[in-house]
């Protein structure tokens, strides 16, 4: 083992882990927020919506996110359009990963017997009303574990930024393996960095998931 | 008659201690009578994949020629540059030949054997033929350079350069973006080795390379440590090529020019 | 387009070797994991918190970073699995660790007083778990893991670093010998978008299946 590819290379790690911890909280906070409308409106009573939202569905999942970032940041410069790398990963990322998450929230909301939404409506509760206190609060435990184990697959995902000419931490990492032909220490290493910041979002959901647990 | 019995004789003892040696390197390859190269198969024209779907290039070709000089069969393993040092040095193959540059780190590296030069390259301003504001070296300080992510050039090009000259530089996976980003108007030039985009700029009138090549440098093949008397019966063989012309052959065939071998640069050191 | 056609039987081979090995890391990661869920959830703290740790690993760790330490760093303790080998192997410790969680959120979700109430009318662990617990759980896990599945064909593009000739792999090489970058990077995307479509209408299929009497109902 020959630790010092790892220490004198620590300023290329830390830009590196910088940017990934930027385009994935970025695109997570982005995604989430993005989903809950787009899941909300698969279940709408208005054709359209729905069509719209199945549709979004079902393009974002089905093309590989490398294909899109690869045509946002290498293509679109042949319509005019120039995307910072940055922006352009983080755009890329943040469409393909709504697409998943709305699904994960959509099975959330379908588990909640149909009966409740029911009994609002005719209590005469409002939607938003209903939504808030009293679905959500329920679905979160179905939604919360996959949405949550998506999360991580996001701040993984961020190491296909490194196609878009932005260096985070895999592209470094293989980078400086080519280059020093040290893999076992450079990958225990960027494996320790992702392991932390997944530590960060695991502790996250584990808080989340006990306010919404059913008490026994 | 005789001069040419006696040419032959001494060809024959020229051979001699290597024919002998021959037996030693095959008891250590990874698969009977099988050298197994590894190669990334995306990098043209040195290791790709052609029209037809088979793998072909200078690496090929020399591994090929050298196997068959050898007396055994080759079998090439295609993966990412990223893979193939590291993947040399665990075992993986018995030598990678996919344009290895001979740096000082490789030549002096325990992990692996680099062979003596097998071309003789450097670095070069690559840009496009439209663009008239870079038209030599002098030209490309304060301007955006592309680069491929972990490639050794980017430290020679700083060498060949002014201190402070080259700042802005963006990091590529590979030729395929940076020749994209380059007719995008993203970069204003790549920083890259200038046969290989030499050869690219022959099939694409869009992209030139200028001729001043900087920082002159070798490449090779590197053989697996654990088989000193193969990187030795493949070295004698490759410095036999260089002299009789079979290296320059396969160069202008895959390159379209030859190189100099007279005029290869001695050996760098850390 | 020339590229294409000439290379075309490449391009078959290769989305023939991606199908199969997703099949074969969904069946074996799919089967384990399940298992591993309920492990966790009734064997208590001594299994659950290894798994955790288990799972937090593999679902952390890019599966680049997972197959190149299969691919180079075994050999060094005398596990050569090769490169198809090791993708199957490196795909597969990190499928288990989201079944984990997949199965796990379906187990959670189940009503704790269900259990309660089975035992009072004195029902046993098996018929609970075959006639109560199992149809719940698969009710609700079932869209969640089609769902990964649909997007977990892509992931295995990243196969291509460990020498796996693969769909991305193959157009990556198809690319540096054509002028039409473009083209192909949406043929690879049609191939995945392809096979992935097949597992969202499974997806679909199966949520209509467990979902009839749920949902937000808004429709009726």
């Not at chain 2, 200078?58 to 993966?79: C, N, P």
């Not at chain 3, 379906?106 to 046993?124: F, H, P, Q, Y």
Request: some cysteine; charged content about 15%; glycine content about 6%.
């Amino acid at each position: 083992m020959d630790w010092t590819v790892v220490t004198s290379n620590a300023p290329l790690f830390v830009s590196a882990t910088l940017n990934t911890v930027a385009i994935a909280a970025a695109t997570i906070v982005l995604s989430v927020v993005i989903a809950f409308p787009l899941a909300i409106m698969r279940d709408s009573r208005f054709g359209f919506l729905r069509w719209v939202s199945a549709g979004y569905s079902w393009t974002t999942r089905a093309m590989p996110t490398l294909s899109l970032l690869f045509l946002a940041y290498y293509g679109l410069p042949q319509f005019g359009i120039y995307l910072d790398p940055v922006v352009a990963a983080i755009t890329g990322l943040t469409v393909i990963a709504a697409g998943y998450n709305m699904e994960y929230i959509r099975v959330g909301l379908q588990a909640v017997p149909a009966g409740q939404y029911e009994a609002c409506r005719a209590l005469g509760i409002p939607l938003s009303i209903a939504l808030r206190r009293l679905i959500v609060p329920q679905a979160m435990r179905t939604i919360l574990p996959p949405l949550t184990s998506n999360l991580t697959l996001l701040l993984k995902g961020s190491a296909l930024a490194s196609l878009v000419a932005v260096t985070e931490l895999s592209g470094q990492a293989m980078a400086l393996i080519s280059y020093t032909y040290k893999p076992i220490e450079i990958l225990i290493a960027v494996a320790l960095i992702y392991l932390c910041l997944n530590g960060v979002l695991v502790g996250v959901q584990r808080l989340v998931e006990q306010r919404y647990r059913l008490q026994d | 008659m005789i001069k040419a019995i006696l040419a032959a004789g001494a060809a024959l003892a020229a051979l001699a201690p290597f024919s002998a040696g021959a037996q030693d390197f095959k008891a250590k390859l990874l698969k009977p009578d099988t050298i197994v190269v590894g190669t990334t198969g995306s990098a043209p024209p040195t290791s790709m994949i052609d029209a037809s779907g088979k793998l072909a290039g200078y690496d090929i070709a020399v591994m090929e020629k050298i196997a068959a000089d050898l007396g055994v069969k080759v079998e090439f393993v295609q993966l990412d540059w990223a893979g193939l040092l590291p993947g040399l040095a665990a075992g993986r193959f018995d030598v990678v030949a996919s344009g290895v540059t001979r740096s000082a780190e490789r030549i002096a590296s325990k992990d692996f054997i680099m062979l003596s030069p097998y071309i003789v390259n450097g670095v070069a301003v690559t840009k496009l033929t439209s663009n008239a504001k870079i038209a030599s070296w002098d030209d490309v300080c304060g301007k955006k350079m592309g680069v491929i992510r972990g490639s050794n050039e980017p430290k020679l090009i700083q060498q060949a350069v002014p201190a402070g000259c080259v700042t802005n530089v963006v990091e590529y996976p590979g030729w395929t973006e940076l020749a994209l980003d380059l007719k995008n108007g993203r970069i204003d030039w790549i920083g890259m080795d200038y046969l290989g985009p030499s050869y690219a700029a022959s099939k694409d009138r869009n992209i030139t390379v200028l001729p001043e090549v900087r920082m002159p440098k070798t490449q090779s093949i590197a053989v697996s440590a654990a088989d000193p008397d193969l990187a030795k019966a493949m070295d004698a063989l490759i410095a036999r090529y260089r002299e009789d012309g079979t290296l320059n052959a396969l160069v202008e065939k895959w390159f379209g020019q030859k190189v100099d071998f007279a005029k290869m640069p001695p050996d760098p050191k850390s | 387009m020339d590229v294409f056609i000439a290379q075309f039987p490449r391009f078959l081979d290769a989305t023939w070797l991606t199908i199969w090995m997703f099949v074969l890391v969904t069946t074996v990661s799919t089967l384990i994991g399940a298992t591993l869920a309920v492990l966790a959830e009734w064997a208590g703290k001594p299994v659950s918190l290894p798994l955790s740790v288990y799972s937090w690993v593999f679902r952390g760790l890019p599966e680049l970073i997972v197959l190149l330490g299969c691919y180079l760093a075994l050999p060094a303790i005398g596990l050569d699995l090769g490169s198809v080998g090791s993708a199957i192997l490196g795909f597969t410790l990190v499928g288990i660790a989201f079944q984990l969680e997949i199965f796990r959120a379906g187990l959670n979700a189940v009503d704790k007083r269900i259990l309660e109430a089975t035992r009072a009318l004195g029902m046993s662990w098996w018929l609970t778990m075959r006639r109560v617990v199992l149809p719940q759980v698969i009710r609700i896990a079932m869209p969640a893991w089609a769902t990964f599945l649909a997007g977990n064909v892509k992931i295995f593009a990243v196969a291509s670093a460990v020498a796996v000739t693969e769909v991305m792999a193959v157009t990556r090489q198809a690319i540096a010998v054509s002028d039409q970058p473009f083209f192909l990077i949406m043929v690879a995307a049609s191939i995945y978008a392809a096979i992935a479509s097949i597992l969202m209408v499974l997806e679909a299929v199966l949520s209509r299946r467990f979902s009839t009497r749920y949902g937000l109902g808004l429709r009726r």
